[in-house]
């Protein structure tokens, strides 16, 4: 094997924080909400317009809401599980660590009596043709580390009866999402975008808002995880007014990565850049390894591939 004459230019990897965009500065970002409070007119306004800007990029549709939470993106699928299931069997996708995950504390934390496991061999789909549309669904759009993601929202049934949970945090901006097929979806800010750490963001169609306005569950909620204010939803949440203090420089940075996001194209752009991306990735595999076309694993085809070269 011959030694690459070629290199990146930004050598570092990492499947949790991704690279920041090309041309990055710390000094680039607006400062102006540093020390005031996200209540002011001037941080409430940077929030709702992040929220803005996450609707309009993603194309999310009109009635569905759009909130910032905490705890990442662990946080927004704890904060759903907790408020939304529980009055229905449950399916839980599992290829990967995360899903993994979520069905560990639907088992053992819920404690929820009817549920089933669709789970394969790390790095393996499982048969989600098995998804039963009258029960809920839990499953991550993409295993960040395990090479595998799912193909498409055809699976997932029209006229499904349960809601769905998606964990799409590392196939947001890289993979077109059929919001029709969403009932929840969450991502944080450090994948594919690059964005910073410990903020969540919770996406909820018509359906999901019906369930939590007519399900109470019969656990605790605590304050974190509480989306609903009397029997209604708490509307403040999903206009800006977070349930915890955000960092003001971390919305500041997701605004800047938006904006990136903006100035190359928009979300098409950015599927472009990762597929790209992968098929480059994809040639460097196939001569390290000396397999033809019709021997390369369908694996190497649904590798999450960053949006930045």
């Not at 939304?84 to 899903?99: A, Q, T």
């Not at 196939?171 to 991502?187: G, H, Q």
């Amino acid at each position: 094997m011959e030694k690459p004459t070629q290199k990146p230019k930004n050598p570092c990897f990492g499947s949790g924080p991704c690279a920041k965009r090309p041309g990055y500065s710390l000094s680039s970002l607006d400062t102006s909400t540093l020390g005031r409070s996200h209540r002011s007119k001037l941080g409430l306004g940077k929030i709702q317009r992040a929220l803005e800007e996450t609707k309009k990029l993603l194309a999310i549709p009109k009635d569905y809401l759009v909130a910032i939470v905490p705890a990442s993106d662990t946080g927004a699928v704890e904060m759903a599980m907790w408020s939304l299931l529980g009055p229905r069997p449950v399916d839980v996708v599992s290829f990967e660590s995360f899903g993994k995950g979520w069905y560990v504390d639907i088992a053992n934390e819920l404690k929820l009596e009817n549920y089933h496991l669709s789970v394969s061999t790390y790095g393996e789909l499982p048969d989600l043709s098995k998804h039963n549309p009258k029960h809920d669904l839990v499953f991550t759009w993409n295993g960040t580390t395990s090479g595998v993601k799912v193909p498409n929202g055809d699976w997932i049934s029209d006229d499904r009866e349960g809601i769905n949970i998606c964990d799409a945090t590392s196939a947001i901006f890289a993979m077109p999402i059929p919001w029709s097929k969403i009932d929840v979806l969450t991502y944080s800010w450090q994948k594919v975008l690059g964005g910073e750490a410990a903020h969540g963001m919770l996406i909820f169609g018509p359906r999901a808002v019906q369930r939590l306005e007519s399900y109470k569950p019969k656990w605790p909620l605590p304050k974190l995880f509480r989306l609903k204010k009397g029997d209604k939803i708490n509307m403040e949440i999903f206009e800006g007014t977070v349930i915890n203090t955000v960092s003001m420089l971390c919305v500041e940075d997701y605004l800047d990565a938006l904006q990136w996001a903006n100035s190359v194209g928009g979300l098409e752009k950015l599927i472009e850049r990762s597929n790209e991306n992968l098929r480059v990735l994809r040639n460097l595999w196939q001569k390290m390894i000396g397999l033809t076309s019709s021997q390369r694993t369908h694996l190497s085809d649904q590798t999450p591939v960053s949006v930045y070269h």
